[in-house]
Structures are given as C-alpha cells and as structure tokens.
C-alpha cells in the first residue's frame, strides 16, 4: 500500500531524526573531564619529610610543588575524582578528612575520591599531630610542631578546593591508555653477609613500566596526561633543605614545557623497595625527569587504547595482621633484635606502658576504579613493595590492570611475605607504636583489593576462580 504524501514525509523526516540522533549518540564522548591544579609549596620554613637526618626547616624552594585533579563523569553520570601530591606522606587522618569533605560537597561516594602521594622526599612533613600531644611512642614521621600543623590544615583546604575546581569544569573528554618502559628504577634491597641493607640489587625485581592515560577534548586536543611510575621519589641529596617534587615533578615540569597547554599528573606505583639509579646527585632527579618525560612523550605519538565507560568506584578495607608479643619478648627484642625490630619493640612497650592494649590487625583502604571492560585502576595504600604487582597480576589478570601505591594513606611500609621473611628495611611496618606485620599480610591486601575489583566490575579470569 502506498502512503499519502503527507505521511511519506512525516516517515522521512522521523527517519532522518533518527539517523542524526543515532550518529551523534555515537559520536559523543564517554567522559566529561575536569582537570585542576593548585600550588602546595609551603609559605613560611617548614621541615621536610622523608630523611631523619635532616634537623632544620627547608632553605629554598628548588621547584612548586602541587596538587592536581582529575575529575571523572561517564554518561551514566557516575563522577569521581583523583588528586595526585608532590608530598611525602599523608597520614590517615589527613587524608580521611579531605576525602570526607570532598565526597560530601560533591555528593558522591567515598570509593570515588582518591588521593596518591608521589612520595617526595623533598616535600614538606605533613601532621596535625605536634610531638607535645602525640607523647614518646610516636615516631618522628608523625610528630609535627606548629608551623607543620598549620601547613597540613592550610594544605587540607587546598586539596577540597582543586577537587572543587576540577568537578566544576567538567568538559567533554575521549580517554585512551598504554604502557612504555623506563630505566632507572632500580630494586634497593642489597643482599650482604650482614643481611639485606638499602642499597643496588642489579637482579633484583622492579616495576619499570610507565602507565600512561591520556585525556582529549572531544575535538581530539590533548588537555592532560596522567602517568606512573613505580620508584621511589629519593633522588635528591638527603642533606638538601630544598623543596622539590623530585624526579616525578620534574617528569611534569619536561612534559609541560614539550607539551605546552597540556597538564601532566603523576600517580606513583609499588615503589617500596626501589629507588632511582644513580641518585643523590642535584643534576640525578631532572635528568631522570627527562628520561621518564621523554617516554611519556613518545607514547602520546602511539596509538593508545581507547577507554569507554562506564566508571565504577569501590572501596574495601584490609584487614592487615600484626605482631603482638608479650612484654617479655619486647624487652628481649630491645636487646638483642635488629635495629629495626628494636625500635619497634621499643614503640610497642611504650605503648603498653601507657595502658593501651597492641592491636591484633591494622585497617588499610584499598580502592578500585573499574572503566567499562578497558581498564581497572587498583589503589593500594602505603608503601607496597613490587611483589603485590606480580600477585595481583596473577590474581585480577595481567591485561587492562593498573596498579598504583601510597593511596589515600601513606604511613609506612606493607611488606609482602617474601620481604618479611628475607628481613629489611622494609619489614619496619607504619611509623605507628602498634607494631610490625606478620605473614599472611600479603594475600589480606591482595585479597581486599581482589574484593575491590570485582565489586567494581572487574571480570577475574577463569584461574582466578
């Protein structure tokens, strides 16, 4: 049957409506994104942190430092948000008070909101714990004077305001992600007939891979760069008393001047038992910054891959097991253990002696971001040593996988099994007076952050099963 001509064109034109609406759904991008940043360079002498052997305030500022934030929304609109530090360490509290106030002004779910510290040891000390309130069985990390606890709730502000900024210049973005390779992290733990001490280890593990997630508009312009790099940020002299971001703010200072326009953000990997090689020279940490920008660069000229939504946002808790001797074996520990252990024990006794209880596990965040069926970001918290990239790989699967460290928290070292039983600097555990880790703390984090992904969304494969 033939239509009249009126109705043949009313069908034509909804025809051709619908034919634009299709192709412009499908030309849409997946993602709005909002990019931020804020000076976090000191205003007055504060100590820096990450070096015991350093007594006095910082002398110079070798570089800004900053904060910046990269605000996600997806179609569905699902919005989180990362802010990435040129700082040290970031105590629970801190760090649980900003995410806090950033997921109540935003009205989104804490899982969304992450913080990652590079971990400078350059930075400026962060606490709102002064060493007159927190007693003797504080360690020096987390014991502050005034002008730090002024500067940690000066800094606080700042972090809740680049959120802010970010989520409210949210623009319509294309994500795509992949992954080169740089040198010079080099593993750290240097097996001698003393035992394992800090130093070169040629053949020992490291994390060399540079994650990299490119951000454009709509129209294809490159807006911003998030990349990783799992090394620690220790290359400066130690008796230096000059601000910096180490190599990962001078990553950024090369890819923005090559890219100009463009922000470069740095999120920092399993670091915990690597440092960058060679170091401790001023000319060490720009050159690595170069070498790491320069294969940043490289990879934004590759074909990446694209990244679709939706975005998933989940947190659980880890429940991480600790030591908790008798009074007598810490006495004895005080005598006649390795250092580091002494130290511990001495923390410990101290906090028995002041009526508390030791704790028989620490809970520690771990997040996970899933986007769509291309990518799973894992945030672990604190200084995780590489083994947890292998375990997770076997556990989540090598492919579409992400993993970052000294998220949300960053208080100290999580040793996996193998560093616990080899001994080391990093078996030292969180710079708290509650104690050291026991076996069996490597499979509760990878556990909890298995538990993290496929909440979000993540498909384990069948081995994981």
């Known amino acids: 049957m033939r239509c009249a001509p009126a109705t043949a064109l009313l069908l034509a034109c909804l025809c051709l409506s619908w034919t ?6 499908e030309a849409a991008p997946d993602w709005q994104v909002g990019v931020a940043s804020v000076k976090i360079t000191p205003q007055k002498p504060v100590a820096l942190a990450g070096y015991a052997s350093r007594t006095k305030p910082f002398e110079a500022v070798d570089q800004e430092i900053y904060a910046k934030a990269l605000a996600l929304k997806d179609v569905e609109g699902n919005r989180a948000v990362l802010i990435t530090m040129d700082l040290c360490i970031l105590p629970k509290e801190v760090g649980e008070g900003v ?13 969304a909101v992450v913080l990652n510290v590079a971990h400078s040891h350059s930075a ?6 002064t060493a007159a309130t927190t007693g003797p069985a504080t360690r020096s990390v987390n014991a502050a004077n005034d002008a730090t606890v002024e500067y940690t709730r000066w800094l606080q502000d700042r972090l809740v305001d680049v959120a802010a900024q970010a989520l409210d210049h949210l623009e319509p973005a294309q994500l795509s992600w992949g992954t080169g390779v740089a040198h010079f992290a080099m593993n750290r733990r240097q097996f001698t007939d003393k035992g394992v001490i800090l130093g070169v280890n040629p053949s020992g593990l490291a994390d060399r891979s540079v994650p990299v997630l490119r951000i454009d508009s709509a129209e294809g312009k490159l807006r911003a760069v998030l990349l990783g790099y799992a090394c620690h940020n220790t290359t400066t002299p130690s008796g230096h008393l000059g601000v910096n971001g180490d190599y990962a703010g001078y990553t950024k200072a090369y890819i923005q001047q090559q890219l100009p326009g ?52 989940a947190a659980v808790d880890a429940e991480l097991p600790l030591q908790a001797p008798a009074r007598g074996e810490l006495l004895q520990m005080t005598k006649a253990g390795a250092v580091l252990n002494k130290e511990a024990a001495k923390q410990m006794l101290a906090h028995l002696d002041g009526g508390a209880s030791l704790p028989k596990t620490y809970r520690a965040p771990v997040a996970a971001w899933q986007f769509g069926k291309d990518l799973t970001l894992i945030g672990l918290p604190d200084e995780v040593v590489v083994d947890y990239v292998t375990r997770l790989q076997e556990t989540l699967g090598p492919l579409r996988l992400w993993v970052a460290g000294y998220c949300n928290e960053v208080t100290g070292y ?6 616990l039983r080899e001994g080391g600097y990093e078996t030292r ?3 708290i007076e509650t104690g050291l880790f026991t076996p069996g703390v490597e499979s509760a984090l990878v556990n909890a952050a298995r538990d993290a992904a496929v909440k979000a969304g993540r498909e384990l494969p069948p081995s994981a099963h």
């Open 429 to 431: 555990g969180l710079y």
């Open 20 to 25: 634009i609406a299709t192709i412009s759904a």
């Open 262 to 313: 463009v922000e470069a953000m740095f999120m920092i990997g399993c670091a915990g038992d690597a440092n960058p090689y060679p170091r401790q020279q001023m000319t060490d940490a720009p050159a690595h910054g170069e070498t790491l920008g320069k294969e940043v660069c490289r990879m934004l000229t590759t074909k990446l891959v694209p990244i679709h939504g939706p975005l998933q946002c």
């Open 124 to 129: 400026p000390a962060v606490s709102l714990q």
């Open 99 to 111: 995410r806090a106030r950033i997921a109540a002004a935003a009205h989104i779910d804490l899982a």
């Open 414 to 419: 999580i040793p996996s099994d193998r560093v």
